[in-house]
């Protein structure tokens, strides 16, 4: 399973230009659980708000993060706490309920739900859970569906202009050049969309799953496999031997592979794609060392993608 996020931080997204003066008010409190999130609150908020996110890094899986009482602290007195949800970041649910049971609360997967019914995972079927109660049913990874996204942006902005009125305009500014900065992002999307719909795809995990999906590429990954990666649990003999058969058949067009998931499974995944001259575009769950923003980070990939499937300009 991947590692994803470690470490507490005050973040300062990277992917817009500097604020352009001072905050009209002063600053709100607010806390984001994991960095895929935070780095699009920092870019939203700019100047008008001191943005803690929890978990920033790869060194800690958020299912299984155990928050310690200096975790509880940073959550005391936030005025708005940003959650991803599903199951992904239950600990950062709990703690605001407990330490800021004031908070305003953005929650993604709550949001994604508002959008379910247009979002189909072909070839992807949901599991209801496994020996912890997780829901599986829904992928948590929703920073990959760029609606979601969109959702998240603007019910952010939202929440902070009802919580500090006087600076509605200041962040209105922000959401507006918040959507400037994406537009690279927006087109890598339509690119694939218009010139690889329908292109097959396999996965060594979901993570990536939302955007195959909004892309229009079709899952190959063979269900028992994807039944057993998805409830974090080792696939069966058989369920190996069928994905590493789709590949040496090139029943797909492209491996994604998820470079913080680690194991000799994926790797022996990996190698038969090698062999089979598969391309492999290497995918991460959180903001890898090195990217400037979620924008950069979701571009890189999108970009590697878009060269895999021999699309683009």
Same mark, same amino acid.
């Given at each position: 399973?991947?590692?994803?996020?470690?470490?507490? @931080?005050?973040? /300062?997204?990277?992917?817009? $230009?500097?604020?352009?003066?001072?905050?009209?008010?002063?600053?709100?409190?607010?806390?984001?659980?994991?960095?895929?999130?935070?780095?699009?609150?920092?870019?939203?908020?700019?100047?008008?708000? @001191? #943005?803690? $996110?929890?978990?920033?890094? !790869?060194?800690?899986?958020?299912?299984?993060?155990?928050?310690?009482?200096? =975790?509880? #602290?940073?959550?005391?007195?936030?005025?708005?706490?940003?959650?991803?949800? /599903?199951?992904?970041?239950?600990?950062? $649910?709990?703690?605001?309920?407990?330490?800021?049971?004031?908070?305003?609360?953005?929650?993604?997967?709550?949001?994604?739900?508002?959008?379910?019914?247009?979002?189909?995972?072909?070839?992807?079927?949901?599991?209801?859970?496994?020996? @912890?109660?997780?829901?599986? !049913?829904? %992928?948590?990874?929703?920073?990959?569906?760029?609606?979601?996204?969109?959702?998240?942006?603007?019910?952010?902005?939202?929440?902070?202009? +009802?919580?500090?009125? =006087?600076?509605?305009?200041?962040?209105? @500014?922000?959401?507006?050049?918040?959507?400037?900065?994406?537009?690279?992002?927006?087109?890598?999307?339509?690119?694939?969309?218009?010139?690889?719909?329908?292109?097959?795809?396999?996965?060594?995990?979901?993570?990536?799953?939302?955007?195959?999906?909004?892309? /229009?590429?079709? %899952?190959?990954?063979?269900?028992?496999?994807?039944?057993?990666?998805?409830?974090?649990?080792?696939? !069966?003999?058989?369920?190996? =031997?069928?994905?590493?058969?789709?590949? !040496?058949?090139?029943? #797909?067009?492209?491996?994604?592979?998820?470079?913080?998931?680690?194991?000799?499974?994926?790797?022996?995944?990996?190698?038969?794609?090698?062999?089979?001259?598969?391309?492999?575009? +290497?995918?991460?769950?959180?903001?890898?060392?090195?990217?400037?923003?979620?924008?950069?980070?979701?571009? /890189?990939?999108?970009?590697?993608?878009?060269?895999?499937?021999? #699309?683009?300009?």
């Amino acid at each position: 399973m991947a590692a994803a996020c470690g470490g507490t @931080e005050n973040s /300062g997204g990277d992917g817009l $230009t500097p604020a352009q003066g001072d905050c009209p008010v002063a600053p709100l409190d607010v806390v984001v659980s994991v960095d895929q999130w935070g780095d699009i609150v920092s870019q939203l908020a700019g100047a008008c708000a @001191e #943005v803690t $996110t929890v978990l920033a890094g !790869s060194s800690v899986d958020p299912h299984d993060f155990e928050p310690a009482p200096s =975790d509880a #602290v940073a959550f005391e007195g936030a005025q708005l706490v940003v959650v991803n949800g /599903g199951h992904y970041d239950e600990w950062a $649910t709990k703690l605001a309920e407990t330490s800021a049971p004031d908070a305003a609360v953005v929650d993604a997967v709550d949001l994604a739900g508002a959008h379910s019914d247009d979002h189909g995972h072909e070839g992807h079927e949901g599991h209801e859970g496994d020996h @912890e109660g997780r829901d599986h !049913s829904i %992928n948590p990874h929703v920073w990959y569906r760029p609606d979601v996204v969109t959702a998240v942006a603007d019910a952010v902005t939202a929440k902070l202009s +009802e919580l500090s009125g =006087d600076a509605a305009g200041y962040f209105s @500014e922000r959401r507006a050049e918040f959507a400037g900065s994406m537009q690279p992002y927006d087109d890598a999307v339509a690119t694939i969309r218009t010139g690889a719909a329908g292109k097959r795809y396999a996965a060594v995990e979901g993570v990536f799953d939302d955007m195959a999906a909004a892309l /229009g590429l079709a %899952n190959r990954t063979p269900p028992g496999y994807q039944a057993a990666a998805d409830n974090e649990g080792e696939p !069966s003999p058989a369920d190996l =031997d069928a994905f590493l058969t789709l590949l !040496s058949d090139r029943g #797909v067009d492209v491996l994604i592979y998820n470079v913080q998931t680690e194991g000799s499974v994926p790797e022996q995944i990996r190698a038969a794609a090698d062999q089979a001259g598969i391309p492999v575009v +290497e995918v991460t769950e959180t903001l890898p060392p090195g990217a400037e923003s979620f924008q950069d980070w979701q571009v /890189g990939q999108l970009d590697a993608l878009a060269e895999a499937l021999g #699309v683009g300009a």
